[in-house]
T-cell receptor, first 113, second 112 residues
Framework: EAQVTQNPRYLITVTGKKLTVTCSQN?????MSWYRQDPGLGLRQIYY???????DKGDVPEGYKVSRKEKRNFPLILESPSPNQTSLYFC????????????FGDGTRLSIL | KNQVEQSPQSLIILEGKNCTLQ??????????LRWYKQDTGRGPVSLTI?????NTKSNGRYTATLDADTKQSSLHITASQLSDSASYIC???????????FGTGTRLTIIP
C-alpha cells in the first residue's frame, strides 16, 4: 500500500530537548515536504526536498532542520524545541514532474512544555 | 502575497443534501488548483487537481470548478453522506516552482 509514515504520532516534551520526527515514503517520490498546521492558519511549509541531498527552506523554517540522505526518508529535527513549535506536523511526498497530488502522512502532534 | 481564502468557514447540512464550498485565490503565476479532504486526526487526501486550462473535474460525488479569469474555484458535493464530514482545503499552485498556498479550510458537518 502506497503510504507516507510518520513517527511518532504524538509527543509531549520539554523546552530545549532535541527531538526528531521521522518520515518515510514507499512510492519512490523525489519530492518530500514538511508542513505545520495551526488553528486558524492554513498548512505552512517548513522545508522541502526535491531529491537526495537537495533541501530548501519553505515559509517557516526557523528552529527546524532536515536531511535527505535517502530517497525514502526525510526526518524533521528540532534541535532546541520551544513552546511556539507546539503544532500538528505533516510530511508529504509526490513525484517531481507535473501537477501531481501530494500524499500526506497522518500527522505528528507535538507539545513542547 | 499569495493567498487562498475559503468560505464559509464552517457549514452544517442534512444528510442527502447538496452543498458548494467556495475558494478565491491570489497566486501568481498560477498553475493549478487542488482540493483536499482532511478527516479529523488524519492527513489531507487529494480530491481533485485542475490545471489553469481546465474548468471542471469530478471525483465521484465531488465536482470542482475553476474560473481562472476571476480566480475562483468551487467544490460541489452531491447527495452528502455522513462520511463527508471533514475539513475541505483549497490549495493553489505556482507555475514553475510548484509552491503550494493552502487555504484555512471549510469545516463541513453532515447531520442525519
Amino acid at each position: 500500500e502506497a503510504q507516507v509514515t510518520q513517527n511518532p504520532r504524538y509527543l509531549i516534551t520539554v523546552t530545549g530537548k532535541k527531538l526528531t520526527v521521522t518520515c518515510s515514503q514507499n512510492m519512490n517520490h523525489e519530492y518530500m515536504s514538511w508542513y505545520r498546521q495551526d488553528p486558524g492558519l492554513g498548512l505552512r511549509q517548513i522545508y522541502y526536498s526535491m531529491n537526495v541531498e537537495v533541501t530548501d527552506k519553505g515559509d517557516v523554517p526557523e528552529g527546524y532542520k532536515v536531511s535527505r540522505k535517502e530517497k525514502r526518508n526525510f526526518p524533521l529535527i528540532l534541535e532546541s524545541p520551544s513552546p511556539n513549535q507546539t503544532s500538528l506536523y505533516f510530511c508529504a511526498s509526490r513525484p517531481l514532474q507535473g501537477s501531481q497530488p501530494q500524499h500526506f502522512g497522518d500527522g505528528t502532534r507535538l507539545s513542547i512544555l | 502575497k499569495n493567498q487562498v481564502e475559503q468560505s464559509p468557514q464552517s457549514l452544517i447540512i442534512l444528510e442527502g443534501k447538496n452543498c458548494t464550498l467556495q475558494c478565491n485565490y491570489t497566486v501568481s503565476p498560477f498553475s493549478n488548483l487542488r482540493w483536499y479532504k482532511q478527516d479529523t486526526g488524519r492527513g489531507p487526501v487529494s480530491l481533485t487537481i485542475m490545471t489553469f486550462s481546465e474548468n471542471t473535474k469530478s471525483n465521484g460525488r465531488y465536482t470542482a470548478t475553476l474560473d481562472a479569469d476571476t480566480k475562483q474555484s468551487s467544490l460541489h458535493i452531491t447527495a452528502s453522506q455522513l462520511s463527508d464530514s471533514a475539513s475541505y482545503i483549497c490549495v493553489a499552485g505556482n507555475f514553475g516552482n510548484e509552491k503550494l498556498t493552502f487555504g484555512t479550510g471549510t469545516r463541513l458537518t453532515i447531520i442525519p
